[in-house]
């Protein structure tokens, strides 16, 4: 028995209020005469298809690739129907996935379209069950179910290598174990021109980086490979920077890059303009956040505002409630920065673990809102602006409200990517290559990184920007770990003991719980 089975069976009323708050919130949003999707859509989906000035090498890697011939020939699948309102089980409970604009038939849509030369459409890598991005254990269901053949199984990016022996079922689970154990795609980028560092070694379990023919070819040319989450192709409206390095510039030019590289479409012609549009509009069209969970049910009762039709309400602009003063509208920045279960700390009712959840939600919240934070050593933050110790909360970094992503670009370094001594705390970062980076120009000539991952720094050339990645929106967290970029924390709690450690807060056993069950309700 499923979990909205359950639900239905033991808590009749709660499907029944899930079902009229959805329809109610979805008469607001017809009755209003400027959407807050429209608005959110903006910071998206402008400019074109334009090349940023990595893509060539990258592409032209991906592309070059081919000369590694996959074994298998499936292609992906879709449902019939993505309808309005759409409700998946998850881990904790349900997520849900809510298009205002109507259902979606995916075999007249080119997000769900084999575009491309290995079987794989968008939809292989962003399902909703897993809030639009994969999840660790979906892929490892997805092997288990296909023996490997599915789609998303693919040398030029799903393997560790391009290279690897995949000839057998056991030498397949080997060469696909980072897509499995942790949900990594592997990304190659071509090394940048100017750079101030240079890659002076490479601990490379796969010998990826180190073999001139799928990796480096010197210390400063050729394709670095990394490997990192697979970021939601939803809530897209929300969105300041176009993933975790920034490094494009659109939806569009994001789709087209990736139509190309991880679908290794034909550049001649490609995707058509035609094509792009669709994808970009369906992914800029749909919203998805926890709806139900498993002890408090749905997450939209007695005053609270979780799932995804009152996220399609939530006003956004580039900007909003920025700490730093970026704010156009001049307003000040509120640590504050989700209001959704604030009702339920007054929770009451006869089920005592029902109301217990509620409370847990709620208080959560508080935690996230209000914690102190003295927020140290963060580069992009501390360095930029010459304070050693900035007092801070959750929302210093994760400041879009209801949301929690940051407003503007601001990509930071808190130490996810650190390696050695320096690795970060209550994270696994094991499987991962090891770059020791040498800056041989600009203000830090001489200093030594040594990282998982290189972060921004492959696109701007920049030393200042070694390991620095965005913060992703927060919504629909349950439904895809493990988390940050490197698929480092394996739970919302290690994510929770992270952050704790790092920063010294001294989070209570139960103000970790809370935090967590917060999370997990988003």
Not at 234 to 255: V, Y
Request: aromatic fraction near 8%.
């Amino acid at each position: 028995m499923n979990m909205r089975q359950r639900i239905a069976n033991t808590c009749p009323p709660l499907i029944n209020v899930m079902r009229i708050s959805a329809i109610g919130a979805m008469v607001v949003w017809l009755a209003s005469s400027v959407s807050s999707l429209a608005i959110a859509q903006q910071a998206g989906t402008a400019a074109g298809a334009q090349f940023p000035a990595f893509a060539p090498g990258m592409i032209d890697h991906l592309q070059a690739m081919r000369r590694f011939a996959d074994p298998d020939q499936s292609v992906q699948q879709a449902p019939p129907i993505i309808p309005r309102f759409q409700i998946d089980d998850n881990p904790t409970g349900a997520v849900a996935t809510f298009q205002p604009a109507g259902a979606t038939f995916p075999a007249n849509d080119a997000f769900f379209q084999n575009l491309g030369t290995n079987g794989r459409s968008c939809f292989s890598c962003h399902e909703p069950q897993n809030g639009w991005s994969v999840s660790a254990a979906g892929v490892a269901d997805r092997f288990r179910d296909s023996d490997g053949t599915d789609p998303i199984f693919r040398l030029v990016d799903g393997a560790v290598c391009p290279d690897a022996d995949v000839s057998t079922l056991r030498a397949k689970r080997r060469a696909y174990a980072l897509l499995i154990n942790k949900g990594l795609i592997r990304i190659g980028l071509p090394m940048p021109s100017p750079t101030q560092f240079a890659v002076t070694a490479v601990d490379d379990p796969y010998s990826c980086n180190t073999n001139p023919v799928t990796g480096l070819t010197s210390s400063t040319t050729g394709i670095v490979s990394i490997y990192r989450r697979p970021l939601p192709s939803t809530n897209l409206g929300f969105l300041s920077t176009i993933m975790w390095d920034g490094r494009e510039p659109s939806l569009t030019s994001q789709a087209k890059d990736a139509t190309l590289g991880h679908a290794q479409a034909n550049p001649n012609p490609g995707p058509t303009d035609a094509q792009l549009a669709q994808i970009v509009a369906f992914e800029s069209g749909i919203f998805t956040a926890q709806e139900i969970d498993s002890i408090a049910g749905v997450l939209h009762r007695d005053g609270a505002l979780g799932g995804p039709v009152a996220l399609s309400l939530q006003p956004f602009f580039v900007g909003v409630n920025d700490p730093l003063g970026k704010n156009p509208t001049g307003v000040p920045f509120t640590s504050n920065i989700f209001d959704i279960y604030r009702p339920w700390l007054s929770a009451h009712g006869e089920d005592e673990d029902d109301v217990e959840r509620r409370l847990s939600i709620a208080r959560g919240e508080e935690v996230f809102n209000t914690t102190n934070i003295n927020i140290r050593g963060v580069a992009g933050l501390n360095d930029a602006l010459g304070i050693t110790s900035i007092p801070g909360f959750c929302g210093t970094c994760h400041d879009t409200p209801n949301v929690g992503n940051h407003s503007v670009k601001a990509p930071l370094d808190i130490g996810i990517a650190d390696a050695d001594a320096k690795s970060p705390p209550a994270l696994d970062i094991s499987g991962l290559p090891v770059f020791t980076l040498t800056c041989t120009r600009g203000p830090l000539t001489g200093q030594v990184f040594r990282v998982t991952d290189p972060g921004r720094a492959l696109i701007s050339g920049q030393c200042a920007d070694i390991g620095k990645v965005k913060g992703p929106i927060l919504r629909g967290l349950a439904s895809r770990a493990p988390y940050f970029h490197n698929g480092s924390a394996a739970t919302l709690l290690d994510v929770v003991n992270f952050y704790d450690q790092r920063f010294g807060i001294g989070f209570t056993k139960q103000q970790k719980t809370d935090l967590v069950n917060f999370l997990n309700a988003l």
